[in-house]
């Protein structure tokens, strides 16, 4: 089995940084035993005013990515976090295009695309979220949701390269199965089924070796209890973790479905 990639979104779950020192405390204590650090690739992303903590809390064995980031590298941009700094905080990745900031923030395909070509150009690690809003219900539904699906991937990756593509990551993450939304996910056939059409628009947009080397992930209320039959899938290559990653002990056993033998 190929290795999983698993990605903990925590979103504004933690409140404090005494928060996320016990987190860090509990995680580091567990994740050192139970051998999944080289089983899986995991990456943490917490909102960037705990980026240095988490930096400094070495944990071994896992990555650390930001929420988001502006697309100029430096200059006048009021409250933005831009890619030097990111970087300079340890950051490796970061999550671009998620539903909250497209839905809160006003952000739309224009700036995600701005955001995905100046992350990778800095050679940030772009974890790209996309996803319907609605579950079709009916053929014409399933429509829409295709195309959408591939505009939304047009949209992003217009101006760029192939060789760019190689610090992308895709995630299926189709709104309506975020927690905070139905908190019911996607099942694991779906999920498959959307992951191998956003490869093939891959494969149209750049080729087949491309498209079969890009990692693409599924997220929408992922937990231990249904973590494994999207891991099992050979098709999908991990999982984007909200809500349950916020808890110490729930994201472990969810990194364990991750290196689980059988
Ligand atoms: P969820 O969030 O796991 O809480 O549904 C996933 C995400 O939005 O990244």
Same mark, same amino acid.
């Given at each position: 089995?190929?290795?999983?990639?698993?990605?903990?979104?925590?979103?504004?779950?933690?409140?404090?940084?005494?928060?996320?020192?016990? @987190?860090?405390?509990? $995680?580091?204590?567990?994740?050192?035993?139970?051998? +999944?650090?080289? !089983?899986? =690739? &995991?990456?943490?992303?917490?909102?960037?005013? @705990?980026?240095?903590? $988490?930096?400094?809390?070495?944990?071994?064995?896992? +990555?650390?990515? !930001?929420? =988001? &980031?502006?697309?100029?590298?430096?200059?006048? @941009?009021?409250?933005?976090?831009?890619?030097?700094?990111?970087?300079?905080?340890?950051?490796?990745?970061?999550?671009?295009?998620?539903?909250?900031?497209?839905? @809160?923030?006003?952000?739309?395909?224009?700036?995600?695309?701005?955001?995905?070509?100046?992350?990778?150009?800095?050679?940030?690690?772009?974890?790209?979220?996309?996803?319907?809003?609605?579950?079709?219900?009916?053929?014409?539904?399933?429509?829409?949701?295709?195309?959408?699906?591939?505009?939304?991937?047009?949209?992003?990756?217009?101006?760029?390269?192939?060789?760019?593509?190689?610090?992308?990551?895709?995630?299926?993450?189709?709104?309506?199965?975020?927690?905070?939304?139905?908190?019911?996910?996607?099942?694991?056939?779906?999920?498959?089924?959307?992951?191998?059409?956003?490869?093939?628009?891959?494969?149209?947009?750049?080729?087949?070796?491309?498209?079969?080397?890009?990692?693409?992930?599924?997220?929408?209320?992922?937990?231990?209890?249904?973590?494994?039959?999207?891991?099992?899938?050979?098709?999908?290559?991990?999982?984007?973790?909200?809500?349950?990653?916020?808890?110490?002990?729930?994201?472990?056993?969810?990194?364990?479905?991750?290196?689980?033998?059988?």
């Amino acid at each position: 089995m190929k290795k999983k990639l698993i990605v903990a979104n925590w979103k504004a779950y933690l409140a404090s940084q005494k928060e996320v020192k016990e @987190y860090v405390s509990v $995680f580091s204590r567990n994740f050192g035993k139970s051998g +999944a650090k080289n !089983a899986a =690739d &995991v990456v943490f992303c917490p909102p960037f005013l @705990y980026l240095a903590a $988490f930096r400094s809390a070495h944990i071994g064995g896992v +990555a650390v990515g !930001a929420q =988001d &980031v502006f697309w100029e590298e430096r200059g006048p @941009y009021t409250g933005e976090a831009t890619t030097s700094m990111l970087k300079d905080a340890g950051a490796s990745y970061v999550i671009i295009g998620h539903s909250e900031r497209r839905r @809160y923030l006003g952000e739309n395909d224009e700036m995600v695309s701005k955001k995905l070509r100046g992350a990778l150009e800095a050679k940030i690690n772009v974890i790209l979220c996309i996803g319907e809003w609605t579950k079709a219900s009916d053929d014409v539904g399933e429509k829409k949701t295709l195309d959408f699906i591939k505009n939304q991937l047009h949209c992003a990756l217009a101006g760029v390269s192939r060789t760019l593509l190689k610090r992308m990551v895709v995630v299926y993450e189709p709104v309506w199965a975020i927690s905070g939304n139905s908190g019911i996910a996607d099942t694991p056939e779906n999920a498959s089924r959307m992951i191998m059409f956003i490869r093939r628009i891959i494969a149209k947009l750049y080729d087949g070796h491309t498209a079969r080397s890009l990692a693409v992930l599924y997220g929408g209320s992922v937990s231990s209890q249904n973590a494994a039959g999207f891991i099992r899938q050979d098709t999908i290559d991990g999982v984007l973790v909200g809500s349950a990653s916020a808890n110490p002990n729930e994201f472990l056993k969810i990194i364990a479905e991750a290196t689980r033998k059988t």
